[in-house]
């Protein structure tokens, strides 16, 4: 790695060339309240943030990430639309490989405009995809959009793609539901069981605890309704299973996507905004015919993009993170705005590879 | 200088610890009074008998300052990240089982597998407005299991002692604890989930990987472990 005092020169001249972009510079707090954290991303943050304690504040974070913050501050009072650029440090606690970082520069750009977020999409990542050409990196992209509008068009109950839809970013039990609503994994011997009941609450015991009654009665009742419903078809099952596998380069994966929007048109709309994408794009001067693009591509790790996302990684250097990520974060908007919500997309580069990388080159 | 091993300074895991050693032809034993943390070793020269809480065993063995501990699977586990760059379990010893479970009250009749306290933790947090609270003191062990298991929507409370009664005292809807026989869950009713098992733990001969030895001591330790048949 490169000096520190050469890296956050480094992170400066970034960000001076997305205030040349139109961004405004914003400062973020290091502390930041974990209730907000934790209410986002769940009990998985712990093991990604450092936790600390103080008798007035509560529980704070060091700010794992500067999307939230800056969303935050965003919602409270910006105009809009706007753009706004930040540098600096982020934490993050490593429990599985002592050779990643915990504690590094970024510097990102974000973009909340309402309209036409195709064109706010091609901005965010050609002017990324400029500032690192140098560095020969490989450009991967991706539409969380597309998957989800998939579930949100299956023939099946409401409460069955609510249940996919929370999950989608949680590949292995997305899998899971999907084998058992299509009737692919058998019905769990308790399950079976509890349905042939009559009134399963007769042997129960004492209820201990918060959980009540009616609550475990509300439980059995969409068990019931579930098990009254037709399985997904596995036509339909087909139709995700394809998605996910898209794997091409950007015109081939529209050509293969507009295909299987021919047999669930519920995805077209989603199609439809992945080629205009392109559309910007090219105009911004990407080459989009190399361009790579993968449906599944940021699902394991990027929670709250839905819709575009895209990240830059030496290709050979397969040790190394990504040096830059980034996408459309629409949701977190939703749930962090109490009623409002912003599209947003924005990116980060890390200063830190891109200096390492340069240097290497 | 020597080779120093460290043990669970009381109760039964001691007992069995020194009874176990006692069968291979090593003889533990207390130096002086009951409350003294200083034990004896006779049957081979060399070797020093360090009573530690069976809880910092791990951390000890961790930085090297003793070459072998006697302690449960489930806290070098749960203690040591990256525990097998850490130490060598050599020796699974037959005692001190206990399993790691994940467990609800028996009176939720629908919540049978993890699957289950998914969709349930989701439903409880709309209700409520906060997570399905875990209580736990294996707080990594339990987020790893919950994440590699697609469980979300939970929130993790610590609780060092008297787990199964958090349920009932509603500062949890779930726990996580250790548990041999089920007697304790069950006088709490509490039930255990059909794919709850989380880990399988019984105390271990462990050997420190990073600890500095001497040649002579290298020795010493090369034979007691020989003695003990599991080298």
Redesign the interface.
Known sequence: MPEKSAIIAEAARLRALFEQAGAVPVETAILQPAATL?DLY???I??RAYTTTDALKGEQMLRPDFTVPIVEMHMAHGAEPARYTYAGEVFRRQ??D?ERASEYLQVGYEVFARDDSARADAEVFALIHRILEPLGLRAATGDIGILMAAVNGLRTTERRKA?LR??IW?P???R?LID?FSGRAPV?E??AA?LA?DD??AQ????????DES??A???AA?REDAKAAPISDAEVGLIDAILAVRETSLDALKQLRDIAKDLPAISAAVDQLAARLEALEGQGIDVAALHFEASYGRTQMEYYDGFVFGFTAEDRPDLPPVATGGRYDALTRRLGQGREIPAVGGMIRPGLALALGEAR | MSVKLGVPSKGRLMEKTFQWFGERGITLSRAGSEREYAGQVAGIDGVELILLSAGEIPRELAAGRIHLGVTGNDLVQEKL??WNAHVEAMAPMGFGQADLVLAV?????????L??L???A???RQ??GF??RIATKY??LV??F???????????VDSQGATEGT??F?T??AIADITSSGDTLRA??LKVL?DGLILRSQATLFRARQAEIGDADRAILAELLSRLQVS
């Open positions: 934790l769940g009990e998985d712990r093991a429990e599985d002592p249940a929370r999950h949680r292995r039990r997305f899971a058992r769990p308790s399950r509890l009941m399963p609450m129960a015991g004492p209820l201990i605890g918060l959980r609550e475990i509300a439980r059995i068990l | 990240v990256g009250p028996s009176a939720w009749v629908d919540v049978g597998t699957d289950d998914d969709a349930a989701a439903a409880f209700v409520h997570r399905l707080h990594r987020r790893e919950l994440r590699d298991n697609g469980v979300a929507d939970y929130a993790l349920v009932k509603e949890a809807e709490n009713h059909e």
